[in-house]
Each structure stands twice: as C-alpha cells, then as structure tokens.
C-alpha cells in the first residue's frame, strides 16, 4: 500500500539555519505529493504541493522538489523563521485520487532565536 | 468564504457519554474526511464520505465509531460510550473533487475524557 516516511524529530535549528526535513514514499503511479504544516493547536495548513515529477512546490520561502528516481519529496528553506516553529507532515495523494491522502507521522520543528 | 468549520473546539466528556463532533465543509466541496490525531502522533485516517454515503470507513474501531454526511447539514462523528482513550484531536477536512489537489483542514475538535 502507499505510504510516506519523513524523519524523524524534535529538530532544533537557530534562526536563519538552513532546513532540511528529509521526505520518502511508497506508491504506485504517479501521486500528488504534499508538505502541510500544524501550528500549536491549531489544525493542518496546506504548504505546498507538487502533482507530477520535476515540479517543484513552494510557499513561503519553503521548497520541495517532487523526485521519482528516489521517491522523495524533500521540505527545505534557505532561512528559518522562530515563526516557522511548528509540525510538518508530508503526506500523499494516489494517482486516481479516490483514496484517502496518507500523512507520514510529522516532524516537529524548534527555531530558536 | 468560510473554511472548514469544526464545533465543539474543546469537549469534555466523562467515560461512557456519547460525543459528537460536527464538521461543516467548504462551500462547494462534496467530499468529506475525518482523521484522528493522539498526543505526539501523526494523523490517522479514519473515514471518507461524500453526500449521504460512507465511501471507505476502513480506518473507523469497529464498535462504538460512527459518521454521516446527509444531504443537509454537517457532517457528524459519533463516538458512543467514550473511554479515555478516545481522548484525542479529531480533524475533518474537505475537498471539491478528489484528494488529488489537497484537503482544507478545519481546527479540529479536541476531546477530553474524564
């Protein structure tokens, strides 16, 4: 079945560090992929998105890169924010659409200043 | 034009009430879904649902878990005689089409068993 896997948290960078949150999947076809972010009790925010291979989604000074050789989907910004604090969930939309979009079990983002 | 709109924010019940979590979608969106979200987790699938039908429930306990969507109205969650560890976040989000263009989340509803 499809599936995500993103690493692994708490990361803790200080400001204006450079950020990576590394992002794989599992799927047949050709997915829609998506980084979402949650800020502290709130819900889930849509990033950015990428819906074939090559795009590249951004937002917000944050990219990612849809990669089918390495089925990755990478979150990356050249400058962290204190206000980027948050979780991040990389999830996955099969190619068809008719099945729910699957998250990986989100990283949990520290800037400190 | 409104979001997903979620009611209650925060709900306290005691071990075996019923607990029911409402979710108005975007307007013009027919597709609705719930997820579930426990302390430090990830979100977790529970069940998917256009107008009136259950399109894949696959995710929901099979006993004392229930949703709609009817033609008028919310979509409700229900949770019948809860127990502490029904306490979680509890998402719904919708889409126009299918998925493949993203879900809108509403703010969750947080429900807390005593």
């Known amino acids: 079945g499809n599936s995500v896997t993103q690493m692994e948290g708490p990361v803790t960078l200080s400001e204006e560090a450079f950020l990576t949150i590394n992002c794989t999947y599992t799927?047949?076809?050709?997915?829609?992929l998506f980084w979402y972010v949650q800020y502290p009790g709130e819900g889930l925010q849509l990033l950015l998105k990428?819906?074939?291979?090559?795009d590249k989604g951004s937002n917000k000074g944050f990219e990612a890169t849809y990669r089918k050789e390495t089925t990755s989907f990478h979150l990356e910004k050249g400058s962290v924010q204190v206000s980027d604090s948050a979780v991040y969930f990389c999830?996955?939309?099969?190619?068809?659409?008719?099945?729910?979009?699957?998250f990986g079990k989100g990283t949990r983002l520290s800037v400190i200043a | 034009n409104a979001g997903v709109m979620q009611n209650p924010r925060h709900l306290v019940r005691r071990r075996g009430q019923e607990a029911r979590l409402r979710c108005s979608p975007m307007?013009?969106?027919?597709?609705v879904y719930w997820y579930r979200q426990l302390p430090e987790e990830g979100l977790k699938f529970m069940v998917y649902?256009?107008?009136?039908?259950?399109?894949?429930e696959s995710g929901m306990p099979k006993e004392r878990f229930s949703a709609e969507f009817p033609k008028e109205g919310p979509s409700i969650l229900r949770i019948q005689q809860v127990v502490r560890g029904d306490s979680a976040a509890y998402f719904c989000?919708?889409?126009?089409?299918?998925?493949?263009?993203?879900?809108?989340f509403g703010s969750g509803t947080r429900l807390t068993v005593v």
């Open positions: 799927a047949t076809g050709y997915p829609s």
């Open positions: 990428a819906t074939k291979a090559d």
């Open positions: 989000a919708s889409s126009r089409g299918t998925g493949r263009n993203g879900y809108t």
């Open positions: 307007k013009g969106h027919s597709h």
């Open positions: 999830a996955l939309s099969e190619s068809s659409g008719n099945t729910p979009l699957v």
């Open positions: 649902l256009q107008k009136e039908n259950i399109i894949d």
